[in-house]
């Protein structure tokens, strides 16, 4: 089988790739190897995610669906009687910041409405898993070997493979990226489900409006968090070292049902009952970065190339943003632009580095310096953070802004870019103890996975 495009992943990346391809006058394949609707994690939109979704007609929709509409996100201090709070907001073309909204999703009704979309769109939606990259002489991607339901393989020849498949990281893990490192955050794990009966804000818009996230801070790597996800329900998550997990000897329900009040003394005014409405999954190790994640014949979007931290909600806003960067390029690449030079898309990839390096640099100094980070939301740099929150974070969008200049001289960071050598793996400069590279072919666990080998 032969296509122009093949787009490994038919999540949110995926979806939102296609859709943007299509725009371009393209039509891909898009190969997921799972039946939809499927459970997902990640459900709060930032407020550039929320624009991404309306970029691609989909507000009527969201409405329609009754989406949870998040005005911002609180974050409560570790007492539970402190909280700051940052809204959602938009920026007009002369940068003009105004209040906006965003969305919370089910994932399972989210991924399904946009892979059904990309499909209505003009992209072609098969159910099979890619095994193994199809490789050029000179190292070029060609293609996939694809495995279908009913367990025959078949080559599918392409001029360009977009790697969406999230934390498989599929072309990381066969090898045709740069490495693979384990990020800072690779000693958490996160547990999470599905309550009903939760107290949500009393307002319908602004700071205590019923549907915003809530983030319940404990200490340094510890914390928790609540999206309502429809009228009923409300995600919740708990974020723990894997160490505390491990010396309590209990299964993931235990464990969060035990630890989560402990987490917040606002966390149990919250959720007065634990009515469990979702088993309890979990997801260990999801940080990570891949080095070198474009080149002759790929560009990996999304979790496929990096994911830093759960907090703040920024996997969709980057997956897709990184979706509608990727497609004009795919174009011309096609068009048999972009075709000279070792990467083709090596401008693109320094430029998705710089934005999630923005990120990183906000979260890590979140998790540093705490106190300094309230007072810089709500005294020093509340225009520039409330641009971070709202994932407005790459080069072309006033980045790095004062604020995350401050945090770097905090952190003692400095950020250094170039074309060839690509970003700089999170831990080899910073943090050398912590540059290890992710163990080779093994994707992030499944929960019953890790369990089994716990
Ligand atoms: C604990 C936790 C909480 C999170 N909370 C949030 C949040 O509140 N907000 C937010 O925005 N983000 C959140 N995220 C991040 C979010 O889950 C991801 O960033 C987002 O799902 C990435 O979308 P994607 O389309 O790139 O990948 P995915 O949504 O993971 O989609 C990848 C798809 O690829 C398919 N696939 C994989 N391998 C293959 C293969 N070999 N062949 C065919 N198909 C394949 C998979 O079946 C899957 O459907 C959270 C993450 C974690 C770990």
Request: overall charge negative; charged content about 25%; aromatic content about 12%.
């Amino acid at each position: 089988m032969k296509t122009d495009v093949l787009i490994i992943g038919g999540g949110p990346g995926g979806a939102a790739t296609a859709m943007f391809l299509v725009r371009e006058g393209i039509k891909p394949v898009i190969l997921e190897q799972e039946e939809f609707p499927r459970y997902h994690i990640g459900e709060s939109l930032t407020g550039e995610g929320g624009q991404v979704l309306r970029r691609l007609g989909f507000e009527g929709e969201m409405t329609k669906r009754e989406h949870p509409v998040k005005h911002g996100v609180r974050v409560f201090g570790t007492t539970g009687q402190n909280s700051w709070y940052v809204p959602v907001s938009a920026r007009d073309k002369e940068w003009n910041l105004s209040f906006s909204t965003t969305w919370q999703v089910r994932r399972s009704d989210f991924d399904t409405m946009m892979l059904k979309e990309a499909e209505t769109r003009g992209a072609t939606v098969m159910r099979g898993t890619a095994t193994k990259p199809l490789l050029a002489d000179d190292g070029a991607v060609r293609g996939v070997t694809v495995r279908w339901p009913d367990g025959k393989s078949e080559d599918i020849e392409t001029q360009i493979v977009l790697d969406c498949s999230g934390q498989a990281t599929f072309l990381a893990n066969q090898r045709v990226t740069g490495p693979k490192y384990v990020g800072s955050y690779d000693k958490q794990v996160a547990f999470f489900s599905q309550v009903t009966g939760a107290v949500r804000g009393p307002g319908i818009s602004g700071e205590d409006a019923k549907d915003n996230t809530l983030i319940f801070y404990a200490k340094k790597f510890h914390w928790a968090w609540f999206i309502p996800i429809d009228g009923d329900v409300v995600s919740v998550g708990m974020v723990t070292p894997r160490a505390d997990f491990l010396a309590k000897k209990q299964t993931p329900e235990e464990f969060f049902r035990n630890e989560l009040y402990d987490i917040n003394p606002e966390v149990r005014k919250r959720i007065p009952e634990m009515n469990l409405v979702e088993k309890v999954h979990v997801i260990p190790n999801y940080s990570y970065q891949v080095r070198g994640f474009c080149g002759k014949g790929f560009i990996c979007i999304g979790d496929a190339h990096r994911f830093i931290d759960p907090i703040f909600s920024f996997g969709l806003t980057v997956t897709m943003r990184e979706a509608e960067f990727a497609a004009p390029l795919v174009r011309e690449y096609l068009e048999g632009k972009r075709r000279n030079g070792d990467n083709p898309f090596a401008e693109h990839q320094v430029f998705c580095e710089k934005g999630i390096d923005n990120l990183e640099d906000m979260i890590d100094l979140f998790w540093e310096q705490p106190f300094a980070f309230a007072t810089f939301v709500y005294h020093r740099y509340p225009d520039q953070l409330t641009d971070a929150f709202a994932g407005r974070i790459y080069p072309t969008e006033h980045q790095p802004s004062p604020a995350v200049v401050a945090f770097r001289k905090m952190l003692k960071r400095t950020r250094e870019y170039d074309q060839d050598v690509y970003s700089v793996p999170i831990g080899s400069r910073f943090h050398p103890e912590r540059a290890a590279l992710w163990e080779p072919n093994s994707p992030v666990a499944t929960t019953e996975q890790w369990m089994g080998a716990r």
